[in-house]
């Protein structure tokens, strides 16, 4: 309920009442009779709006409880997709948003019609009209059309992949529960501002960049945040966002350590759980507990101990405090594919100058040394990077000197 609440305020709304009732779903509403009674009263009492279901809600029971009520009912997946549809900034994020909004009315397309004709209700206006071939075949060719844009989006987000692979760049993905500081600890590593606020899913879309840590430049990426029971319609409509992770070398996973150390469990194992759907398997994952500034030394202790046989490779942070991020950056370094170190002698030409300007672009040159017609080099890079560098040098007439695998 909690979460429904954070949730809920995400969105927007102010929360002035919660009622809770544990019983077996009841067809005709989802909770009892008293409990739609009481409901009334409260909303006519709060003047309230909108009413919010923590339970996934058939479109009857939407329906009755509007039609008892006065206002719309809504479940958490539609709150969901409320939030999403509010932050998404981007054509891509927008259209994946919109995608899961019509799978969803497709889904339900049949029954809302049939309501619809029935007496007008809250959140059921407008679609009388519709005979429900003609709502459903609108839908679906309405889906069809976003598809098609949505694979565009991902063709040039798997050519611009295959570009950072042709360069030798590592690629680290941020992953984590929603809130868990991904995007502050995200600005922190590579010194930038990219959004961060205080509601849930401020990241929508992904974000990459280029960072340095300690010489090795790697590619790093902020994505959409995880959370329970996150709706399939709407992993399924991230899948080509979230797929950034499925390709990456490494996984920064962030958890929330300011939380009681079950919900740090709980929200730890949805994160797992949801990097398992997308497809996540084999790539290491450094853990990073976030937000120790909140916490004593012996909290820090006490949860670093509890998670150590379900979270790999942990590093207390506080993303916002810059406190331990070096040590971060070193554990990353260290799970980091290997890499090599090289040096070289070329000769000076116009078209070696122009090559060598594109290393040092690249690489991490670690020296240059210029003797009579020639340079000589020294770099570090990924293997398969450092491999294409050294079959260009020959091509230049240049020497390879040293050719070292780095541990």
């Known amino acids: 309920m909690k979460e429904l609440e954070n949730l809920t305020e995400s969105a927007g709304y102010t929360v002035v009442a919660t009622v809770e009732q544990v019983r077996k779903a009841y067809p ?10 009481e409901l009334a009263r409260l909303v006519k009492e709060h003047n309230a709006r909108k009413i919010i279901f923590d339970n996934r809600l058939k479109s009857v029971q939407a329906y009755n409880l509007a039609k008892e009520t006065g206002v719309e009912a809504i479940d958490r997946f539609q709150l969901i997709l409320e939030i999403f549809t509010q932050r998404a900034s981007t054509t891509e994020a927008k ?5 899961a909004k019509l799978r969803y009315e497709s889904a339900h397309a049949k029954e809302k019609v049939r309501l ?10 407008g679609l009388g009209a519709y005979e429900v071939d003609v709502y459903h075949e609108a ?26 692979l042709d360069l030798g760049f590592s690629a680290i993905s941020l992953g984590g529960y929603t809130y868990a500081g991904k995007s502050t600890l995200f600005n922190a590593l590579v010194h930038e501002a990219v959004p961060t606020g205080e509601g849930l899913f401020t ?12 010489g090795k430049r790697v590619l790093l990426t902020d994505t959409v945040g995880f959370i329970d ?44 759980d949801v990097m398992q759907k997308i497809g996540v398997h084999g790539i290491p994952v450094v853990t990073a507990l976030n937000k120790i500034d909140l916490l004593s030394e012996y909290e820090i202790q006490q949860r670093t101990d509890a998670l150590k046989d379900l979270a790999s490779n942990i590093v207390p ?25 090289a040096t070289f002698s070329i000769p000076l030409s116009d078209e070696t100058l122009s090559f060598l ?15 009579d017609d020639y340079a000589n080099v020294s770099f570090e890079a990924v293997a398969d990077f450092a491999d294409k560098v050294l079959g260009r040098v020959k091509q230049y007439g240049g020497t390879v000197k040293e050719f070292v695998e780095l541990k």
């Open 28 to 37: 005709r509403f989802q909770i009892g009779r008293g409990k739609v009674k």
């Open 95 to 99: 259209l994946q948003i919109q995608l």
């Open 203 to 214: 990241t929508l879309s992904t974000t990459t960049r280029l960072v340095n840590l300690l």
């Open 317 to 341: 942070i506080s993303a916002l405090h810059d406190i331990n991020i070096s040590l971060l950056e070193q554990e990353l370094v260290k799970h980091l594919a290997n890499y090599i170190h």
């Open 229 to 272: 029971r996150l709706p399939l319609t709407l992993i399924e409509a991230f899948r080509s966002t979230l797929e950034e992770t499925i390709f990456s070398d490494l996984i920064l996973l962030i958890v929330d350590a300011s939380e009681p150390l079950k919900e740090i469990k709980r929200k730890h194992s949805i994160s797992l």
């Open 139 to 164: 839908v679906q060719r309405q889906v069809h059309t976003i598809q098609k844009k949505l694979k565009q989006f991902k063709r040039k987000r798997g050519l611009h992949r295959k570009r950072r």
């Open 357 to 371: 300007s594109w290393i040092f672009n690249y690489a991490d040159v670690k020296n240059v040394k210029y003797e």
């Open 116 to 125: 619809a004709r029935m007496e007008e209700q809250p959140g059921f206006m």
